[in-house]
């Protein structure tokens, strides 16, 4: 019997490396693809890709990602680039004979003002934080292109796509850009660099209060290979059509300026926190509400300050 034929769009980012280190160690043929060799902004590439390998299985992971920088900057690159990644692999795949597929998203799908913690029913009951709409507009689309496809093709043809919506993720492989970064990447590239130039003071955006939920990536990884292979049953007996997604994250909160504070430690920087209030906090907290993936047997491992020390371990060693 040949061997399971996974394929990882993209295998360069942080969620998807990690897919790659866990897939490795199972009997499978993993296909990755450069962007210079697969552009899946190109729909007709992205067919011909299809056409060409004979995919059981797709870990979308490819993505446009950023900060609340980042988002403000650039929300028609975050849109668009998004919309036509998922459009195109999901369509892509279902074209040419793909099974499953699992849709990897974000937290920032539910509104701002979502009851806390975030259930996956929360999904589209108010209006959006304005900072990320445009993202989170577009991983909204991913899930309903997944619950639609199942809908009108999942007895036909067979398919199951799935999606799965991480809270806030850090860990190897994550972007350090200095301003598009996420929260985590970004405070461990400026404590770093004040560190090393002997720099007084580090400047963190808001007022420090707003509470989040981190996992570590390598959980994200174990999470989402673990929902692709719950069988159908199982998975459909715990979601419903039109609410499929799977909430993946911690189960806990610290606050913004507990983040900093513990980063600081991990880096070793012996300066001061400076927080900024005219700078904005975004959504003041975001716990999700784990349960169902609770209910598929799935506990993450890592704790905050064993992933924080080994992520800076990794960072310095680039």
Known sequence: MSKLKI???????????????????????????????????????????????????????????????????????????????????IHGSFLNGVKKLLFLGSSCIYPKNANQPMKEEELLTGKLEPTNEPYAIAKIAGIKMCESYNLQYSTSHNIDYRSIMPTNLYGPGDSYHPENSHVIPGMIYRFHESKINNIPNVTIWGTGTPKREFLYVDDMAKASIHLMNIDKKTYEKHTSSMCSH????????????????????????????????????????????????????????MTLKKGLTKTYQNYIKK
Not at 60 to 76: D, R, S
Not at 265 to 293: H, Y
């Open 246 to 301: 799977i909430n993946v994250g911690s189960s806990e909160e610290i606050t913004i300026k507990e983040l900093a504070e513990t980063i600081k430690d991990v880096v070793g920087f012996k300066g001061k926190i400076i927080f900024d209030p005219s700078k904005p906090d975004g959504a003041l907290k975001k716990l999700l509400d784990n349960k169902r993936i609770k209910n598929f047997d799935f506990k993450p491992e």
């Open 7 to 89: 394929f990882i769009a993209g295998h360069k980012g942080m969620v998807g490396s990690a897919l790659v280190r866990f897939l490795k160690k199972q009997d499978v043929e993993l296909i990755t693809k450069e962007r210079k060799e697969l552009n899946l902004l190109n729909q007709q590439d992205v067919q011909n890709f299809f056409k060409n390998q004979k995919i059981d299985q797709v870990y979308l992971a490819a993505a446009k990602v950023g900060g609340i920088h980042a988002n403000k900057t650039y929300p028609a690159e975050f849109i668009y680039e998004n919309l036509m990644i998922q459009t195109n692999v």
